[in-house]
């Protein structure tokens, strides 16, 4: 991994925890130019501090805001004068049926999932493409196939994974990558800050977060694929057969994972 990373300019966005925190690491650690964004400079702090490591950029931004997502990539070509990679890996969850659901959640988790994931790319784009670098987001099995309670979440990730599928077919001959990652459930903050039917953060977690994979687990394939140049990457098993099985046997598929989440705690099905 060394040889592949080291001084390339690295862009994640949403890197004060989970995934995004656990692939600004494995990037330093690999000798590269990390730069994240995050909203709260607090949180940007304490990842400064923590990793203790100059090669460290950090911008208060907020994906969901074109502005922002300029300002952050215009801050990284300033600072390091080039873009290799960037992983659009900011984002937000909900659980809250569709019925009861206020229509401005589906909206927020659109911004920031889908529309930070364009403007970041938009603005990124044209120093990837001389650098023939890659662009990555950090999917979800819920951008292969619905699951309930997360409408809005499912959406954003399909409308994510549309764009950079698209993206990819554009640039086929250009030397630049187009990618995703799907991680399985992963431990992480993802479900405490998910959205009920007002917008609220649910602060807490239906699953045992200790049994799930971790961030630096999901860190470690991610840069593999990155450097190994794949296409999309689907981490669990689970996952794969969920894709498989939504793509050979819809009908199935809804009632499989009906009957999962049904059994979900709180789960209002
Ligand atoms: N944890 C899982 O089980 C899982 C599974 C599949 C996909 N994912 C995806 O992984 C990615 C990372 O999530 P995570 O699991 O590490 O959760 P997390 O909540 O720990 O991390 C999400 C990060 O995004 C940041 N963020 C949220 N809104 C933002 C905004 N408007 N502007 C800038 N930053 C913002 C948060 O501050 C945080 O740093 C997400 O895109 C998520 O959809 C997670």
């Known amino acids: 991994m060394q040889t592949n990373f080291q001084h390339k300019s690295v862009v994640i966005t949403g890197g004060t925890s989970g995934i995004g925190r656990a692939l600004a690491v494995a990037f330093l650690q690999a000798g590269a130019k990390v730069s994240v964004c995050g909203r709260r400079e607090a949180a940007l702090n304490a990842l400064r501090e923590e990793v203790n490591n100059p090669l460290l950029h950090t911008f208060v931004a907020d994906v969901g805001r074109e ?55 938009k603005f990124a784009l044209p120093s990837i493409t001389a650098n023939k670098g890659t662009i990555a987001g950090v999917s979800s099995i819920a951008g292969y196939r619905g699951l309930p309670g997360r409408t809005g979440y499912s959406a954003s990730k399909f409308a994510m994974q549309g764009f950079l599928e698209t993206l990819r077919t554009e640039n086929l001959h250009t030397g630049v990558n187009v990618m995703w990652v799907c991680p399985g459930f992963t431990s992480s903050n993802i479900r405490n800050t998910a959205l009920d039917q007002t917008g609220h953060s649910q602060k807490e977690t239906p699953l045992d977060e200790s049994r799930l994979m971790s961030a630096e687990e999901v860190a470690q394939h991610t840069l593999k694929a990155i450097a190994r140049r794949k296409r999309t990457v689907v981490l669990t098993i689970q996952g794969k057969l969920t894709v498989l099985l939504s793509h050979v046997i819809p009908r199935w598929a809804d009632q499989l994972v009906f009957n999962h989440f049904r059994k979900e705690p709180g789960s209002p099905l």
Do not use: H, P, Q
């Not at 390091?80 to 229509?103: C, Q």
């Open 67 to 121: 502005s922002d997502c300029k300002a952050f990539i215009d801050s990284v070509l300033e600072k390091y004068g080039g873009i290799d990679i960037l992983i659009n890996n900011a984002g937000v969850s909900m659980r809250a049926l569709f019925r009861d659901v206020e229509v401005d959640v589906l909206k927020t988790l659109m911004d920031i999932n889908f529309w930070g994931t364009v403007y970041c790319t």
